[in-house]
C-alpha cells in the first residue's frame, strides 16, 4: 500500500492555485497556474470547486502533484503513463515507475532525509574511515 505523507506543522488545506504554487515553488520554481489547470484537464488531478468556481486544493493534491511533476521531470514519462501510475496507486497499490530501476511511486512520496555520519555509520555498520573516503 502506498504510504500517506504527512504534513507536520502544516495546514491541510483547502488551497488556491496560488498557495499550492507557493507550496511547490521551492522544487518545481517554473510551475504555473495553467500548467495547474491543465494537469486538471487531462484528469491526473482534481481539486474540489467553490460555488463560485475556484479551485480548492487540499495536502493531498498537493502531493499529487508533487508526484505527476516529479515522473514528467527526472524520469521523463508521458502524462499517460503518469496516468497508469496513478489509477495503480489510487486502487492501493505501489506501482514500480517505468524505467526507473525498482523504484516505487511510495520512495517519491516519501519525504527524503540526509543523514549524519554518526547516523549512517550506525545504519550501515560501515567503518568511519570508509564513511570518510
Known amino acids: 500500500m502506498v504510504p500517506q505523507v504527512?504534513?507536520?506543522?502544516?495546514?491541510s488545506g483547502p488551497f488556491s492555485i496560488g498557495q499550492v504554487l507557493e507550496r511547490l515553488e521551492d522544487d518545481f520554481g517554473d510551475l504555473t497556474p495553467s500548467k495547474l489547470r491543465f494537469l486538471e484537464e487531462q484528469g491526473l488531478v482534481a481539486p474540489q470547486r467553490t460555488k463560485s468556481g475556484y479551485r480548492k486544493f487540499t495536502q493531498q493534491h498537493i502531493e499529487r502533484l508533487r508526484l505527476i511533476l516529479t515522473l514528467q521531470r527526472e524520469h521523463y514519462l508521458p502524462l499517460k503513463v503518469?496516468?497508469?501510475v496513478l489509477e495503480e496507486i489510487d486502487a492501493g497499490r505501489d506501482p514500480l515507475i517505468p524505467g526507473a530501476s525498482s523504484r516505487s511511486a511510495s520512495s517519491i512520496l516519501v519525504p527524503q532525509r540526509l543523514l549524519g555520519r554518526e547516523e549512517l555509520q550506525r545504519l550501515t555498520g560501515a567503518s568511519s574511515r570508509f564513511v570518510g573516503e
Open 6 to 11: 504527512a504534513s507536520v506543522g502544516r495546514e
Open 82 to 84: 503518469i496516468a497508469e
